[in-house]
């Protein structure tokens, strides 16, 4: 079939889409929702069998839905309607939640329900519910679409539920509960955020976390740790992340660069170590835990994205870890991300970007020599959520990687101003799928399955549905492969193997030449990467469909 997907943007879950279908052997296109007339001039163009908005805010034109078989996805269980869904049920309380595959019609999600799954709601932020459990509804009813088995039913009669505003999502330090800002904020996550007044001065907060210990006067500043700031509540405290100032375009950084430096420097600092083992809910960048012989190592940084500074404190753990009598290091990253690569935010927000890029790249390098150079042990990269770009080569640059099904990854750097890419994937890429190959991937940009990526021999393997599936399968096996007789064997294989490939070149020189590309992105005289990294941290939305997805234009 011929599959048009219109998306607002070509986020997590219309990629997933995009996966999924084509791996399938569909064909896909994706038209962004620039204008309602380019809607329909996609149609046009392409004559697609079927027509999904899985990410969709605008309605989309009757000539479209008149013409051909079209359906959106809703994040909410039938008879609900509206544009902020998730948001509503976070601040309702509701206790079980669902997505609907709906045939589009004039009115807003008011048409025929052809599928929907439901599931139990978390106390969790908007992002992380529409990455775990919606996005895998979604998929089981996009595969019950295609398997053209589906009777609609009807959409109960239901009004539709308005945009949630600020005077909802606003935290009131003098009469909101913890609890009651964590709804607020977590509701918010991701987008748009939730305004906040700190020190006279109005933010929209994320990243937000519990805190079970410290305690102070609501609204104030407290301690601060790694880059997140501890602020009181009238029953506790609670941690903030990441925030933005409030104005339009303004770009989401770590809580601490964003306060004003005179309140900074005042904050004092509650640090805890990766490998402390602290009983109660806190914020935690990275945690070091070892078992039976396997060091985990899990870094939950905000959307993936690594600043220089996180790379370092990364680094130090594995150094860490390699010091340590372990048969394995296991990378197991972030909850919704394994990692995105660099921090792009932190970088365009840098008195030069130029400079902060070239630390931030080999920061990201130093971490990925670690690990190439780790010999006497295992490393392993266990993905759980989505990784992309030198996220991606993070991973590639450990011995064994597996990832959970569903896991949708972007194994290349083309989609920030083509940039050349460096962690090591000149020698860990080819490695691995051939020089062909790799050229095949770095230039497809598009991204790919888990289970695609496993049949190309890009990765290792691919099991479970949850995330808690896949850590615990992944611990089974290899708490038994350590302990296998294969163990020692495998490894001095691969440690052979690594030092005759370095005698035939060195590791510094694929780094070298690397850099030396990079050094054209970040200073040379093309400036695409500035220009795409500007629109990106400020999520500009697109002008027109970029080529590379919209199959239709490209034809034309
Ligand atoms: N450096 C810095 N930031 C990076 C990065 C890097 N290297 N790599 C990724 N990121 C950031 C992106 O900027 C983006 O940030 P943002 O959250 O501030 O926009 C984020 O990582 C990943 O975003 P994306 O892939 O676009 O989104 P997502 O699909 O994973 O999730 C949601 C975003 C959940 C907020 C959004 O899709 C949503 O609101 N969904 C609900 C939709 C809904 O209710 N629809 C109803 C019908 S209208
Ligand atoms: N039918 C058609 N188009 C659609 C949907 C549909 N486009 C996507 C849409 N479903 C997804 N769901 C919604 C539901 C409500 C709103 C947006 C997307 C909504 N939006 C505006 C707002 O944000 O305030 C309302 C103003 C406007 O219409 O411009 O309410 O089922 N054909």
Redo the contacts with the bound molecule.
Sequence with gaps: MKVLLFC????????RFYCELSERGHEVSIELDVHPKLMVEAVELYRPDLVIAP???RKIPREVWERYPTFVV??GPPGDRG?????WAILRGEKEWGVCVLKAVEEYDAGDIVAYRTFPMRLAK??SI??KE?TEGAMECLLELLEDKVEGIPQKEGELKPKVGQELRKIDWQEDSTEHILRKAYAS???PGALATLEGQEYYI?DVHPEEELKGKPGELLAYRNEAVCIGTKDGALWVGYMREKQKHSI?LPALRILPKRVAEKLKEEPIKPWEDVGFKTYREIIYKEEMGLGLIYFNFY???MSAGQCERLLEVVRDAKSRPLKAIVLLGGE??FS??????TIEASDSPADESWRNINAMDDLCEELLTTLDKLTLAGLKG?A????FFLALSCDLIFAREGVVLNPHYKNIGNLYGSEFWTYTLPKRLGWEGAKKLMENRMPISSRRAYELGLIDGVFGKSQEEFEEKLKDYLKDFVNSPEFEGFLARRKGEKLRDWSLKPLSAYREEELQRMKLNFYGFDTSYHIARYY??R?FLPFRTPPYLAVHRRLA
């Design positions: 607002h943007r070509f986020n997590s879950l219309s990629q990410f969709l805010k809703h994040p544009p902020d869904a998730l948001d908007k992002s529409y990455r919606v996550e991701g987008q994320f989401k959307n993936g994205a919704d991300f995105n690569g660099m921090n792009l935010n989505n992309g770009a030198g996220g990106f941290v999520r």
